[in-house]
């Protein structure tokens, strides 16, 4: 008996997924032939700007790997999903697509082939690119080297590998983009919010993500990607070290703020990529950023923090540590601290924070090196143990900032250390 209805319960779910896959099957869109001549320069140079904007190179290159050749993995909760090629490769990237294929791609999470797409790609947000915007990043990619290259299978938890799934998770997350955009980029304000929610999808990282993998509401309240948290983007004018419009313009072209620090850990290539697009879309965004604010746009450059008080950082434990290991670069008199007007380590969010996280993954990981960049440190996971981690974060916290100490920090740090290894 338990058996037959076992068998019954088996033909039901087999039945109903059948249905389910004809349900959600999207229709193939057939394969041309490549271009056969490139764009003009004008649209290739606006594709180059949207590609930029859009990231699409950061998770579409794997480490050391060929540009837009894919092989990413990305690390979600429910497995690692890898990016694939999107170079014109004919057999193994996008060279056999249409720009029609593509375009149902970025606005219905598509591929050309019917199958619907992983979230990772956040085409919950280029679904409201504009067409114009699509079409340019199609041609700028199609004019890019083919790389012949194959990204590793997924490895998602069942039934999460199943990916007519993903039609009910699209139900509920998708709401598909209209022609109307480019209308509401009238204004630079409607220009950075455009740049912001869509092409730039911050929020992917910024709001955090639900049980079901969808972005949390209202957006921007703050997320935690790759162990790194990412701070609330409607928060940036409150707080002990308030932003100004000018100094996120800095710190999104150059990765890194004179008045608060450096983009570090997952936003570190985001600024990369923002350091290449004219001026005036970073000062579009930052002004749209400045709009979202919970306190109201900052009134007047932020106030000097507070000077540390010598008595109380004198018995701290991580103080020698600090000296030794971290005084050299961070000390006030330290030689990096005296060109570009850098700020004290009091005055960063890494420090500032309610968790002790992005110090813990600063500490262990550094910031790594990359061509033209004025910014490196070394990491110290080989180096420092956990206490002495936790040590430092005390020190810095409670005597640089005058903050009471983070609880755990040192739990924090194994944490940390095992989870993100580099
Ligand atoms: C946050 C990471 C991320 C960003 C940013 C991103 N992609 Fe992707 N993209 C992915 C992943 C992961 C997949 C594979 C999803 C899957 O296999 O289900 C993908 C798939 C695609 C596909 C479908 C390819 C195929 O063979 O089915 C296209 C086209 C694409 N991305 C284009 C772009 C463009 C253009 C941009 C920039 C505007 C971009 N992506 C930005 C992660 C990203
Ligand atoms: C070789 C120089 C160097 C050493 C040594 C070094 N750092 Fe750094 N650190 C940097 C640079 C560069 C930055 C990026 C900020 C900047 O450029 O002003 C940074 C940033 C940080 C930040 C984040 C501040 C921000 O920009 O948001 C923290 C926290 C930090 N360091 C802690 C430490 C600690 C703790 C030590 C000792 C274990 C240490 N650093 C050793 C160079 C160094
Ligand atoms: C891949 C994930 C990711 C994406 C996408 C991303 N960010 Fe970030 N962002 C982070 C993380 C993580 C931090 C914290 C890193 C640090 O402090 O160095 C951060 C820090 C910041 C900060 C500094 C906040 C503070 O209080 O120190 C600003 C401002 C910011 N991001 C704006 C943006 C904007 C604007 C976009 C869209 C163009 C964006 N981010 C896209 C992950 C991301």
Redesign the pocket.
Known sequence: MRLRITAAAVAALAVAAAGLALWTRAEPIAPVDPPAAAAAPAVLAAGAR??AL???M???TARGGAAYAGGLG?DTPFGT????N?TPDPETG?GRWSAQA?RR??REGV??DGHL??P???YIH?TRMSDADIEA?YHY?MSREPVRATPPDNALVLPLNFRPLLAFWNMLYLRPGDAGIPARQATPLERGRYLVDTLG?CA?CHSGMNLLGGERHPPFQGGNIDGWDAPALTRLTGGAAPWTQAELVDYLRGGLSGAHGAAKGPMRPVTERLAGVPREDVDAMAAYLMSIQDAGPAAAPAAAPTPPSADLSADLPGRRLFAAACAGCHAPAAPMMRVDGRPGLARSSAVLGERPDNFVQTVLHGIPWETGSKVYMPPFADTLSDAQVAELAAYVRTGLAGRAAWPDTATKSATLRKETPQ
């Open positions: 949207v590609v859009g990231d699409c950061v998770c579409h990305l999903i890898y990016s694939t999107i996008i593509f791609a970025l591929s050309r797409l992983y990772a790609f956040p280029t990043s990619l999808h992917s």
